[in-house]
């Protein structure tokens, strides 16, 4: 990240890191592709977002703000990130993929992928990324065709030959950051 806003390829912005965990006392996660808030949801929604405006100079708004995580954070970004459009613009999906293995237009994530033209006015900038050997890849590359037949609007990176692997997230961090935040 470093490297890219001194190159002036990505513009300025926080980027603050959670731990990816909370449960509720006697709290048993959800299933696996449920859209129930989970208790992460929540300290991301509920406490970190408003720390960060209170504490740091932000703008405060939806079209400013981005959510993206890499392997289970990749999932939690997409679950949190279209679940509160009205809060995030921005989604980035870094060898996530797990959501799309059992992918269901009509019940994944309340159904908003069969209203392309509303998710496609709300998010600025979808963007899915896998190395072409890794595990998510063989989820994430027929949910991007789908997506592209639904008409959502996206971006979907292949890192070549990588696999759940640092090079790939960097690839994916060096193809994404410099994407945010650009006044078109």
């Known amino acids: 990240m470093d490297n890219l ?27 696996e592709g ?12 509920q406490d970190l977002i408003p720390t960060i405006d ?3 100079h932000t703008i405060a708004d939806r079209e400013h703000r981005a959510i993206a995580g890499l392997s289970m954070g990749a999932n939690q970004a997409l679950q949190i990130g279209l679940g509160h459009l009205d809060t995030f613009a921005y989604i980035g999906d870094f060898s996530g993929g797990f959501p799309a293995r059992d992918f269901k237009p ?6 908003i992928f069969l209203r392309p033209d509303l998710l496609n006015s709300r998010l600025r900038f979808l963007w899915m990324g896998s190395g072409t050997a890794e595990l998510s890849y063989q989820y994430l590359k027929p ?14 990176y292949e890192s070549p030959g990588t696999s ?12 994404f950051a410099p994407r ?5």
């Open 5 to 31: 806003l001194a190159a002036h390829k990505a513009v300025p912005m926080l980027v603050v890191m959670e731990h990816g965990y909370a449960n509720r006392p006697g709290e048993t996660p959800p299933p």
């Open 34 to 45: 449920s859209t129930a808030p989970t208790a992460f949801e929540d300290v991301v929604i």
């Open 54 to 56: 209170a504490r740091y």
């Open 106 to 111: 009509e019940t994944s994530n309340n159904g």
């Open 143 to 156: 949910f991007h065709k789908t997506l592209e037949k639904l008409g959502v609007r996206h971006v979907f």
């Open 164 to 175: 759940h692997e640092w090079l790939t997230w960097r690839r994916h961090l060096n193809d």
């Open 180 to 184: 945010l935040f650009r006044v078109e």
